[in-house]
């Protein structure tokens, strides 16, 4: 199956601080690219849509100037939580969508769990 | 309400023994619907796509109601293995390209 990679996967930060995340799908193209967060006993929520060459697309109660999302290359996104605080610390997963003529599959990054002390 | 509801468990079962999970949308213009399996601090992997006609893949079954907006899941023959959170998952469609609502999930534990 398709392979999608996160970096890091562990990150203890101080508060204040920004933080870069980096997702890449390693084995496929995909021009598009979601952005999720997951806090403890609780489901994934989605944060961010990120397109390859153009602007990310936030969902609502997200703050764009927070959470920077670049997604330069078609294998590559990045998400920059800046000025973390510990209200961020959660676990950020990353996914591709993989299209194989109609279908289209959506492939999860491993994770990164973020604790902002 | 959210948009996707699955009673959160836990469930307890004993190996062997066969377990179902149900699920509710809201939105009724939803298109596709899964089933993710996520363990403990790793990602979702998808489980398998549940379609109108209902599907089995193995020990597991699935099922659609969209008159009822319900899904649900069986697994038969439950194994150790099988313990993990099990997400319900609904893709609006549209012009909501590729976006995934999730339910909280359901917490499944298989015990000797």
């Known amino acids: 199956g398709a392979v999608v990679s996160q970096h890091p996967s562990r990150v203890i930060c101080k508060s204040g601080t920004s933080v870069k995340i980096e997702c890449r799908s390693l084995?496929?193209?995909?021009?598009?690219m979601f952005w999720y967060r997951q806090f403890p006993k609780q489901s994934l929520m989605l944060m961010a849509t990120?397109?390859?060459?153009?602007?990310?697309?936030?969902e609502q109660g997200v703050e764009k100037d927070k959470f920077l999302i670049n997604h330069a290359s078609l294998t590559l996104s990045t998400l920059t939580v800046t000025s973390a605080h510990p209200e961020d610390s959660s676990f950020y997963i990353c996914?591709?969508?993989?299209?194989?003529?109609?279908?289209?599959?959506?492939?999860f990054g491993p994770g990164t769990r973020l604790l902002v002390l | 309400r959210k948009e996707v509801e699955q009673d959160p468990g836990p469930f307890n079962v004993p190996e062997g023994a066969t377990v179902a999970f149900n699920c509710t949308y809201s939105?009724?213009?939803?298109?596709?619907f899964f089933w993710y399996r996520q363990d403990c601090r790793k990602e979702p992997k998808l489980l398998m796509s549940?379609?109108?006609s209902g599907n089995e893949d193995g020990r597991f079954t699935a099922q659609l109601n969209r008159a009822s907006q319900y899904i649900s899941l069986l697994i038969r023959d439950s194994k150790l293995s099988d313990s993990a959170t099990y997400l319900c998952?609904?893709?609006?469609?549209?012009?909501?390209?590729?976006?995934?609502?999730f339910g909280q999930g359901t917490i499944l534990t298989v015990h000797p």
């Open positions: 939105n009724s213009a939803s298109q596709s």
């Open positions: 996914s591709a969508v993989r299209t194989s003529g109609s279908q289209e599959t959506q492939y």
């Open positions: 990120s397109n390859e060459g153009s602007k990310a697309t936030y």
């Open positions: 998952v609904v893709h609006k469609g549209g012009t909501s390209y590729g976006k995934l609502t």
């Open positions: 084995d496929f193209q995909a021009t598009t």
């Open positions: 549940v379609y109108s």
